[in-house]
Nanobody, 123 residues
């Protein structure tokens, strides 16, 4: 059974930093392109960032324009974990953040979802 378990969410002030983690089990982690999505209240879930599987080109990443230059996605294959480093956060970054195993690197179709972790940014 595949499980993606996020952690690290919380309340922080605008301009601050936070690191989210997602621990994966039940899948061959190194073969999966991994991603973070988020969903703000009253809005659709949106793509945030993705990182390519080790088997292709380890370390390739892509980002939504809204977080480019502020957020960094990374992975630690030995720990089956993907991270999202969030810097210079803004109130509009407030959302539930979801970890996902992508069907392919360049798309947004998802094979597996985590349960989500809340991030709240105050002014």
């Amino acid at each position: 059974q595949v499980q993606l378990v996020e952690s690290g969410g919380g309340l922080l002030q605008a301009g601050g930093s936070l690191r989210l983690s997602c621990a994966a089990s039940g899948l061959t982690f190194s073969r999966y392109n991994m991603a973070w999505f988020r969903q703000a209240p009253g809005k659709d879930r949106e793509f945030v960032a993705a990182i390519m599987a080790v088997m292709w080109t380890d370390g390739n990443t892509r980002y939504a324009d809204s977080v480019k230059g502020r957020f960094t996605i990374s992975r630690e294959n030995a720990k089956n974990t993907v991270y999202l480093q969030m810097n210079a956060v803004k109130r509009e970054d407030t959302a539930v953040y979801y970890c996902a195993a992508l069907r392919n690197y360049f798309g947004v179709a998802v094979d597996y979802w985590g349960q989500g972790t809340q991030v709240t940014v105050s002014s």
